[in-house]
Structure formats: C-alpha cells, structure tokens
C-alpha cells in the first residue's frame, strides 16, 4: 500500500549539467537530446511524488507518449547549467499533459519548452487503463500548459508539397529501451536526418566546413501511432511543404515497411544559420543543381 497525500505545488525541477556526448557536432544540445531530458525529468518528478518506477512494476502499468510537441528556442551547450521544469497541465480518464521548461541557470533564460500528452496503459494488454486515484489525487493541481495542448496531427495535406522524398532504414538494437521498442527520441533523429537526406536531394549542400549555413531544426510535433522494433524496416515520407525566407516546414510520416502501418506522423520547422547562429535566407544557401 502507497498513500501519497496531495500536495499544494507539484511542480518539479531536475537540475542539469550538459555532458560532451550529448552535444552534437555543432556543439549543441539536439532536439533529440532535449526530449531524452524531457522523459528523465518526467519520471524523476513522478517518483519525487511517491510514484517511482518500482511503484508501476508493481501494478503491471506505465505511461505511454502519445504525442510530443517541443520548440528549441535557444541551444544549450556544453557544461551549462540547466534547470527543466515539469508540471501537469491536465489529467483525464487514462490521459495526461505533463509540461517541461528548459532554463539556463546563470541567466534564467528559456531554452526550450515542450508539452507531452501521455496515456497510463496496462503492461500485458498494452491498452489504455484508467489512472489510478491516488495519482489524480496527487496531481488534482493543473497549472497552465506551455504550449497549446494537441488532440490530433494532420499531415495528409490536399496542398500539393514543394517536394517529396522517401527512405528506408532498420530499427537498431542500440536504439531500443527498457520498454523493448525504439525509444521516443531516436525518432527526432531519424526525423531530422530524412529532411536533411531531403535537402541533399535537392541539390543544397550540408557541410561542416568553414561558415557553411546548416539546417537548424527549431519545432517539432510527432505523433506516436505505433512502436517500431529492433530489426523493423522503416520507410520514413518527407514533403516540403512551406518555405519562408529562411524557414522550411516539413511533414514526416513514418511507416512498417512490410506491413504498411504508420508509426509515427510529424511536422518539424528548420532554418538556416551560418556558425555564429545567424538566420541566412533560402537564397544565400549553396545548391549543387537546381
């Protein structure tokens, strides 16, 4: 037995210290790295209130991401100190949006901000269970969300795209969690590097050398549909569908090759921005063939 009596703030904050390996070759923190701190943040401020991942074990339950929204407003570095905030912005039968803000400690400025719905599941079925009492007790307390909650994602647009293109890859061994299916981040990885496959495609060049401009990924709103496993084969659909003067937004579906069920179906915004993180125009970018 678990009593865990409600508290009047249950808002959580985990502090960071950024770590060599997980910045990337620009030597930030990548939007898949923010959304692995996200998830630690999530489970550390549930067991913070009495709900560990014993507790769940127990039960035969866990929660589930059902879809993940995240702007990276300003890139964390290497050896900043971070604070990321977590609180609960609603709860409904088997549901829940658990809010998360990233702020550099020496200034307090905002990094990054995602909203994450989750969906409590019974671990044998793996279908939708209803949230436990004491839970809806503890957490009876909603703050505002971060970021407009999502109910669904659209990505089969009637507009036409600027551009289409389509790849195929295995679903590693490396990639899968303690759960055994593909972690959630690994997605905002594959996700990425299918638009940049994209934009070689198209002719633009991504380079590391000099002061070549990079795609700089700045939004990202997935939808988890269905988990993929270690030796699945993914097709991953790219479609350009708009482009400003240095933003292109892009919708991503992700799909089982053999069964044809979709995964995962996502809209991310790039820019442009040359090694000082200046914003450089669509027209300025080097393009091998037109």
């Known amino acids: 037995m678990c009593y865990n009596p409600r508290v009047a703030n249950t808002t959580y904050i985990f502090p960071v210290t950024v770590r060599l ?3 990337d070759a620009r030597e930030e923190v990548s939007c898949a790295n923010l959304f692995r701190y996200f998830e630690e943040t999530a489970i550390r401020g549930s067991a913070h209130f009495g709900f560990t991942f014993e507790w769940y074990r127990e039960r035969g339950q866990f929660w589930v991401i ?13 050896l900043d100190a971070l604070e990321i905030r977590t609180w609960v912005s609603s709860m409904a039968r088997v549901r829940s949006d658990r809010n998360y803000e990233v702020r550099r400690v020496r200034d307090g400025r905002l990094l990054a901000r995602g909203i994450a719905n989750w969906v409590y599941v019974d671990a044998a079925t793996m279908t939708p ?27 089969d647009s ?28 690994v997605y905002v990885d594959w996700l990425e590097e299918a638009v940049r496959d994209a934009l070689c495609a198209l002719g633009y060049r991504i380079s590391f050398e000099g002061a070549a401009p990079l795609p700089w990924f700045y939004r990202h709103t ?5 988990p993929a496993r270690q030796g699945d084969k993914i097709e991953i659909r790219t479609r350009w569908m708009r482009q400003g003067n240095c933003f292109g937004e892009w919708d991503v579906e992700m799909l089982h090759a053999a069964s044809r ?13 040359n090694a000082e993180n200046q914003l450089i125009p669509w027209r300025k970018i080097e393009r091998t063939r037109h």
């Open 129 to 155: 269970a209803r949230i436990p009492p004491e839970i809806v007790t503890m957490f009876e307390q909603h703050d505002p969300p971060t970021l407009p909650p999502l109910t669904k994602l659209t990505v």
């Open 66 to 78: 059902r879809t993940m929204q995240l702007e990276r407003l300003c890139a964390p570095r290497y």
């Open 222 to 226: 997935l939808e988890y549909a269905r």
């Open 261 to 273: 069920e979709i995964l995962l179906r996502a809209r991310t915004t790039m820019v442009w921005v």
């Open 158 to 185: 009637a507009d036409p795209p600027l551009f289409e293109h389509a790849i195929t890859r295995r679903a590693f061994f490396y990639e899968t969690d303690s759960a055994q299916h593909t972690n959630n981040a």
């Open 21 to 23: 390996y997980e910045v």
